[in-house]
C-alpha cells in the first residue's frame, strides 16, 4: 500500500471523526464536502499525490483556482476522480465510505478496504486488502429473512444476509478496518432471529413468554460474534428448514432469556438457545415433550444396566483370579511338603493348575464377549433411537461412561490372567522337578553299633601290633575241672573283647 494512499485516508478519517466534513464515495468518484480553504489545499495535495485525477475544488459560486484555496472561507468541496478498478471489484478509502457502501445493496462480489490486511470471506462478499485480486466465487444466496421476520418498523435484516455470514465462523473480524461490516453484522443477524421487529424497533421473540429487545448496546467481543455466526448460520442455511429452525430458535431465546434486554443481552442467550433448538430440531418436534424425556431417562437407565453389568462380571472375575491364586498357592505348598515317592502328585498338580486357569480364562471371554455385543447395541441405537442427541450429548450420557466400565474389566482381567498364568508356570516347574533322595538318619540299633566296633581297613593297618612277650607256659589242666573252665571262659571273653 502506498504512503500516499496511507496519508489520504488518514486525512480523510480524521476529519471524518472531527464531524467537520462529510465524504462521498462511489466506484469511480470522491466527493469531500464541507471544508475550510486550508483543509481543501491539504486534500486536494493528498490527491495529486496519490494518483487521482481530475482534482477540482468549488464552492456555491463555483469552481476555485488552486493559488486561491488558502483564501477561501467554509463551505469548500474537492472532488476527484479515482483509477479505474478491475470489473467486479469495488473499493473504499474511508471509514465512512464503507458504512455508506454496507447500507445499501451489494452491487459486485469483491470489496477492496483501505487498512484491511487479509481476506475476509462472507458467503457472498469477499472483503479484501487494497489491490488484491483473488478468484472469488460467491455461494447460494440463503433464504430471505422476510420468510419468517414480520418487519413493522425499521432496522429491519434485509434481504441480503448472505453478506453478513462469514464462511467459517471460526475467522475473526476484530482489525479495525472491519469495524463498520462487524457493527451491522451484529445488528443485522440478531434482527433476522427476531420473529417480528416492532414499530419502536425493538425485537420480538414470542415465546412463551413473549420477550423483547431494544437494539442498543450492540458492541460484543469475538467469542459471542462467533456464537452468532454459528447460530445465524445454522438457522439460514436450508431454506426448506427455515421456518422450523428459525422458530425453535426464537421459542428457546424466549424461554431461556432476560425480558427486556438489548442486543448483547440477546447475543449472552445464544449458545444455550441453540443447543436447545438443535436438540429439540434432532429429535423432530417443536419443543422437548415428555417423549423426548422419556427417551433419554430409558438411555440412561439402560446405560446405568449395562455398567452394572459389567461391573459385576468384574467382580466375577476377581473371585476367579484369587480363588485361581490361592489354588495354585496351595498346589505348590503341597507339591513341597508331601512325601516325594508318590508318583500322582505331580500330573496332579499341573491338572488341577490347568483347570483353574482356563476357569479364569473363560470368566475373561465372557465378559470379553459381552462388551462386543453391548458396543454393536450402542452403535445400532445411536442412529436408530437417539439420533436426536448430537455427539457431545451423546459421548457424555452414553460412551464414557460405558469407556469406564470397560477399562476397570480389562485392567482386572489383564492383571488376573498374568497372576493365573505365571502361578501356573511354577505349579509346573515344581511339579516337574526329579525327587531329591533323604540322607539316612543315624540310630542306636545293635547292627549300627556293630558297624561302629568293627574296625575299617585303613584303621587296622595303621594299628601297631603288640610287642612280643615271652610266652610261659601254662600247666596242662584237666579240661573237666572247674579251674580248667573257669580259665577256658576268661579266654573267650578276652577274645570276645
Known amino acids: 500500500m502506498a504512503p500516499s494512499q496511507i496519508a489520504l485516508a488518514k486525512a480523510l478519517n480524521e476529519l471524518v471523526d472531527a464531524g467537520r466534513v462529510v465524504i462521498t464515495e462511489t466506484r469511480a468518484r470522491l466527493a469531500v464536502n464541507q471544508l475550510n480553504g486550508t483543509e481543501a489545499e491539504a486534500i486536494v495535495d493528498l490527491l495529486e499525490a496519490d494518483g487521482w485525477h481530475d482534482v477540482l475544488a468549488s464552492d456555491a459560486g463555483g469552481e476555485i483556482p488552486r493559488n486561491l484555496l488558502p483564501t477561501s472561507g467554509e463551505g469548500v468541496r474537492v472532488t476527484a476522480v479515482r483509477m479505474p478498478l478491475p470489473d467486479g471489484v469495488e473499493a473504499v478509502l474511508t471509514k465512512s465510505g464503507f458504512g455508506a457502501l454496507l447500507d445499501r445493496p451489494s452491487a459486485t462480489s469483491v470489496v477492496w478496504v483501505h487498512g484491511l490486511r487479509a481476506p475476509v470471506e462472507t458467503l457472498s462478499v469477499l472483503y479484501a486488502p487494497w489491490g488484491i485480486v483473488e478468484p472469488f466465487v460467491p455461494l447460494d444466496a440463503p433464504a430471505n429473512p422476510a420468510r419468517v421476520v414480520r418487519v413493522l418498523g425499521p432496522s429491519g435484516p434485509g434481504d441480503q444476509i448472505g453478506r453478513w455470514l462469514l464462511r467459517s465462523s471460526d475467522q475473526s473480524a476484530e482489525v479495525e478496518a472491519m469495524a463498520p461490516w462487524k457493527e451491522r453484522a451484529t445488528k443485522r443477524l440478531l434482527a433476522s432471529l427476531a420473529q417480528e421487529i416492532e414499530s419502536d424497533a425493538r425485537l420480538l421473540f414470542r415465546g412463551p413468554p413473549p420477550t423483547r429487545f431494544s437494539q442498543t448496546n450492540g458492541s460484543i467481543d469475538q467469542t459471542l460474534f462467533a456464537t452468532l455466526q454459528s447460530t445465524a448460520g445454522w438457522v439460514y442455511e436450508n431454506s426448506r428448514e427455515l421456518d422450523n429452525r428459525h422458530g425453535l430458535l426464537a421459542a428457546e431465546v424466549a424461554r431461556t432469556s432476560l425480558r427486556d434486554g438489548s442486543l448483547k443481552d440477546l447475543a449472552v442467550t445464544l449458545p444455550a438457545a441453540l443447543e436447545s433448538a438443535k436438540i429439540a430440531y434432532n429429535f423432530g418436534v417443536t419443543q422437548q415433550s415428555k417423549d423426548t424425556l422419556k427417551a433419554l431417562s430409558d438411555l440412561r437407565k439402560s446405560v446405568s444396566d449395562d455398567t452394572a453389568k459389567l461391573s459385576e462380571t468384574t467382580r466375577s472375575l476377581g473371585g476367579a483370579v484369587i480363588s485361581a491364586v490361592f489354588g495354585n498357592i496351595g498346589l505348590i505348598v503341597a507339591r513341597l511338603t508331601l512325601p516325594t515317592n508318590g508318583a500322582f502328585i505331580g500330573p496332579a498338580a499341573m491338572l488341577i493348575g490347568i483347570v483353574l486357569t482356563i476357569y479364569v480364562g473363560a470368566v475373561i471371554a465372557s465378559g470379553a464377549h459381552y462388551i462386543a455385543i453391548q458396543r454393536d447395541l450402542r452403535n445400532d441405537w445411536r442412529f436408530r433411537l437417539y439420533r436426536f442427541l448430537g455427539d457431545d450429548e451423546y459421548n457424555?450420557?452414553?460412551?464414557?461412561?460405558?469407556?469406564?466400565?470397560?477399562?476397570?474389566?480389562?485392567?482386572?482381567?489383564?492383571?488376573?490372567?498374568?497372576?493365573?498364568?505365571?502361578?501356573?508356570?511354577?505349579?509346573?516347574?515344581?511339579?516337574?522337578?526329579?525327587?531329591?533322595s533323604a540322607e539316612k538318619p543315624r540310630g542306636t540299633s545293635s547292627q549300627d553299633a556293630v558297624e561302629r566296633l568293627e574296625p575299617t581297613p585303613d584303621a587296622a593297618a595303621i594299628t601297631e601290633a603288640p610287642k612280643a612277650e615271652s610266652v610261659v607256659p601254662s600247666p596242662k589242666l584237666n579240661p573237666a575241672s572247674p579251674r580248667a573252665f573257669s580259665d577256658h571262659s576268661g579266654s573267650y571273653l578276652q577274645d570276645l573283647k
Open 396 to 436: 457424555v450420557m452414553v460412551t464414557l461412561p460405558a469407556k469406564r466400565a470397560e477399562r476397570a474389566f480389562w485392567g482386572t482381567a489383564i492383571a488376573g490372567a498374568l497372576m493365573t498364568v505365571f502361578l501356573l508356570i511354577a505349579v509346573y516347574f515344581i511339579a516337574a522337578a526329579p525327587p531329591v
